[in-house]
């Protein structure tokens, strides 16, 4: 008989404390917030799991570069359009100095000049080589680009139906071995220098005919740029060929390389004239 009141003052007990524990927990959920609530539970499930290491997101580099320049240099990156749809660009320390958004960009050949010394854009222009005449004054606007000056040239779409002898000449003076064979759509990109001597490690010219059999767009093909769009210019101030009345000693043209794998640079010198 005792053994059987002590087994059911436990088990009235057990009851007890079970009905009190539920409204407790009843009473602190109605209290505490459901998003703490839930951040605590799912810290709780956390616990135990090895933390996952997270590699930072890589820093925006000037024109998309993958890796910076070194100090006091320039970054540039020149971009051919592909077909209809993508248009030319050129950037230039990480302004676009031609580009659909800058609302400068057009059929043909397109084309933009920088002054070496400031890194400062002297001006942009294209020229449609598939209606109107146009050759000649891209001709006049080359000629009037002033000494000291990188010369940036691309393509969108044509750039050669109405490219006269004259001004292919001209190209080819600035050192383009490309401007001759130039086809049909053909995608080109063009670096020069008017002034001074760019080396001749570094890539300046890159030329894709078109091709029915591999043209990646319908009729025009894939679109280009300079391979080497990691290449960086220093730009020390610049001393230019002029006209004096003695011979100067030889006078030193700002060195280029190649940023920011190799760090080689590259001397050119320009004699001035007698």
Known sequence: MWQRRHYFVKLSGLLLASLFAWYLGYIFAAHVPQESLSTSIAYLQDIGKKPVLKAPLPKRQKCDHWSPCSPGSYAYRVLSGGGKEKLAKICFEDELLISEEKGNVGRGINIAIVNYETGELTSANFFDMWEGDHSEEMVAFIENAPQGSLLFMVTHDD???????????????????????MKFRSSWVFIAAKGFKLPDDIEREKINHSDSKKNRYNGWPAEIQIEGYEVCLDHPSLLFDSPVVHKPPIRQIPQLKLCPVAFQRYPAILQTKN
């Not at 001209?170 to 071995?177: I, M, N, P």
């Open 159 to 181: 750039g050669s139906a109405r490219l006269k002898s004259n001004a292919k000449k001209l190209v080819e003076a600035l050192g383009s071995k490309e401007i001759q064979n």
